[in-house]
């Protein structure tokens, strides 16, 4: 199975920060990764798929790169509303599998 | 407007089995595969299973291949995940979500509460 490996798994950041979360996987899955965004109580939202491709609706502040084993998702200035749990989800091979998720919480 | 309103949890004892479903409306369901995922108490998110739209295609992460089933009906919009021999390690509020990987919208239920304990 692929394993996928977030970091950092929490952090603590300030509103107008810039926050890059990094995903690794344990062997090459192309660019066939996605980022979920998760707040407490709440269904997680899908913010980016193919590693670069920012959903329909989701603000123009995160962005996704990366290919292979590296990826990135990166919000370029925190708001108010971003402090949640991260996840990365590659879907290159069966099973899919989730990072462990990066918790960004209120500096 | 699009809805996937999962059911069938509750409380069962370990060895025990569920059934949850999950009914589709607001999208064209045979268009999606499916996904189920779930997240165990205070923890991050397990893919369990995908089924293909048409229901040919299906797959299951390590940890409950021989105890759970996939399965959908199209034509009533629905998606089923049969759960047997179930343990403590399952307990967990189950997602179903639709199209997870992209790209086009993806789709979750409200998610279900699964508690297995004697």
């Known amino acids: 199975d692929i394993q996928m490996t977030q970091s950092p798994s929490a952090m603590s950041a300030s509103v107008g920060d810039r926050v890059t979360i990094t995903c690794r996987a344990s062997?090459?899955?192309?660019?066939?990764l996605a980022w979920f965004q998760q707040k407490p109580g709440k269904v997680p939202k899908r913010l980016i798929y193919?590693?670069?491709n920012v959903q329909s609706g989701v603000p123009s502040r995160f962005s996704g790169s990366g290919s292979g084993t590296e990826f990135t998702l990166t919000i370029s200035s925190l708001q108010p509303e971003d402090f949640a749990t991260y996840y990365c989800?590659?879907?290159?091979?069966?099973?899919?599998?989730f990072g462990q998720g990066t918790k960004v919480e209120i500096k | 407007q699009v809805q996937l309103v999962d059911s069938g949890g509750g409380l069962v004892r370990p060895g025990g089995s569920l059934r949850l479903s999950c009914a589709a409306s607001?999208?064209?369901?045979?268009?999606?595969?499916m996904s189920w995922i779930r997240q165990a108490p205070g923890k991050g998110l397990e893919w369990v299973s995908y089924?293909?739209?048409?229901?040919?295609?299906?797959y299951y992460t390590d940890s409950v291949k021989g105890r759970f089933t996939i399965s959908r009906d199209n034509a009533n919009n629905s998606l089923y995940l049969q759960m047997n021999s179930l343990r403590a390690e399952d307990t967990a509020v189950y997602y179903c979500?639709?199209?997870?990987?992209?790209?086009?919208?993806?789709?979750w239920g409200q998610g279900i509460l699964v508690t297995v304990s004697s």
């Open positions: 979500a639709s199209a997870v990987a992209g790209p086009g919208n993806d789709y």
């Open positions: 062997q090459g899955i192309s660019i066939y």
């Open positions: 989800l590659q879907h290159d091979t069966f099973p899919w599998t």
């Open positions: 193919a590693s670069s």
């Open positions: 089924i293909g739209s048409s229901g040919d295609v299906i």
């Open positions: 607001g999208f064209t369901f045979t268009d999606y595969y």
